[in-house]
């Protein structure tokens, strides 16, 4: 293990993966790669998708 690993941060990490998945498919995005990355700090990794769906993605935050 990391001497340097936050576990408040990977945590973190976590829970905001699996808030995006929810906020992203109640309009309907799934971003298949979406994940956390172990890096140190942690990343969010929002991964590869297709056109329609990086289009879907433009359309909500055009909205937001």
């Not at 109640?26 to 140190?40: E, N, Q, T, V, W």
Request: charged share 25%.
């Amino acid at each position: 293990m990391n001497i340097d690993y936050d576990a408040e941060a990977d945590r973190q990490a976590r829970l905001t993966v699996d808030e995006l998945r929810v906020v992203l498919g109640s309009h309907g995005i799934k971003l298949p790669s979406l994940g956390r990355d172990f890096a140190d700090p942690p990343l969010i990794t929002l991964g590869n998708c297709n056109l329609a769906t990086a289009r879907a993605l433009v359309d909500v935050l055009r909205r937001a």
